[in-house]
């Protein structure tokens, strides 16, 4: 009989614990992602904004010196109407407070990599703003098919952001894209790791509507915007000068002289067959005048395209 009492007791505990936990909200640090999502989806469309604006942040946020660091850069420019801290200040990126001060029962938008929104969830407070046309390819870009959000490069609440500083944006670039820093250190390169040339003097980070987000229309005219002499026209033209630079050059930097992606006689073979010449590839560098020195260049020096009325064999 006392059995069957302590029985009935305890499962008539458990029964309230239950309801009363099914009665309350999930506290929304347990939330997923998606269930985050759409909780601030509610509070935006509640839009229950502070009426302190950056005050009623301040008062529990004031000490972060990552926070505090936003009013050394644009965005906290309160003098500047298109900056954020001259409309709704933190809550024109981080979403409305609603009753978040309050013991932080609600969340806030969080950027960076220890957010749980997505990526495009992020990405979209950004483009709020930031939508004029250098943006425009941006959907379609590499950086946003592979999830890549503004925060990991950029840097807000800081005086300088890294990734607009040509002393720097080269390293936000090369923290991700390793093979290129590799190359770029190789004894034949552009001027990269000195500083003297940077990732977007060719490359459009938020995409653009040429291969491999290039700032031009082809391979070919970003190069011709430094190399304005192999541009042409010419009277005798090399097939893949007018083609494709890349076909014989890495513009990120190769071991051989010229960023050439191997030396000749070898990078001339892959199209030229040594049927009927002597151009073939000898074991022992200068055995002779086609391996020797510049190899296939010692004859045919203008590689590049020749004007010469007899240059057919680019030779002169």
Known sequence: MIYRVFYNLFCGVVTVLCLSLSAHATPWQNLTGEQLEQKLAEKF??????????????????????????FDGTHGMMNNKQSPMAGLQCEACHGPQGKHNKGGKEPMIAFGKDSKLSASAQNSVCQGCHNDPKQMAWHSSTHNLEEVACSDCHTLHSAKDPALDKLSVNDTCSSCHTKEKADMNKRSSHPLKWDQMTCIDCHSPHGSMSESALNKPTINDTCYSCHSEKRGPVLWEHAPVTENCVTCHNPHGSVNEGM??????????????????????????????????????????????SNHPSGSLLQR
Do not use: T, W
Not at 49 to 60: E, F, P, R, T, V
């Open 260 to 305: 050439l992606k191997s030396r000749a006689p070898q990078l001339c073979q892959q199209c030229h067959a040594p049927d009927g010449h002597a151009s073939r590839a000898v074991q022992e560098p200068g055995m002779d005048a086609f391996g020797g020195g510049k190899s296939c260049l010692n004859c045919h020096s203008k590689i590049h395209g």
């Open 45 to 70: 469309s509640a839009g229950e904004y502070s009426s302190k604006g950056a005050d009623s942040c301040l008062m529990c946020h004031r000490k972060n010196e990552a926070v505090m660091a936003i």
